[in-house]
């Protein structure tokens, strides 16, 4: 059974930066894609960013040059690097682990990220 757990969300200013990591357990072998997604209250989910087996990344529009993903595979963790933080990046985070083509197979919990005015 594949477990994610997200930690490192909080409240921070506006302007500030945070650090989010999904530490992964169990037979995750068979993916090959990471994914970092968050949903505001009211709206839907919406992909952050993406990073592959092979280092491929991709971002949302609204976060790039902002935030880096990265993957430690010998952790079997992946991290969220977020900076300059604004109060639209309020949400929860969601960490999910998937197949490329095919979709996320596994989500985390959550983590919920506040930026104040």
């Known amino acids: 059974q594949v477990q994610l757990v997200e930690s490192g969300g909080g409240l921070v200013q506006a302007g500030g930066s945070l650090r989010l990591s999904c530490a992964a357990s169990g037979s995750i072998f068979s993916s090959n894609v990471r994914g970092w997604y968050r949903q505001a209250p009211g709206k839907t989910r919406e992909l952050v960013a993406t990073?592959?087996?092979?280092?491929?990344?991709n971002y949302a529009d609204s976060v790039k040059g902002r935030f880096t993903i990265s993957l430690d595979n010998a952790k079997n963790t992946v991290y969220l690097q977020m900076n300059s933080l604004k109060p639209e990046d309020t949400a929860v985070y969601y960490c999910?682990?998937?197949?490329?083509?095919?979709?996320?197979?596994?989500w985390g919990k959550g983590t919920l990220v506040t930026v104040s005015s």
């Open positions: 990073i592959t087996s092979g280092g491929k990344i």
């Open positions: 999910a682990a998937g197949r490329i083509y095919v979709g996320m197979d596994y």
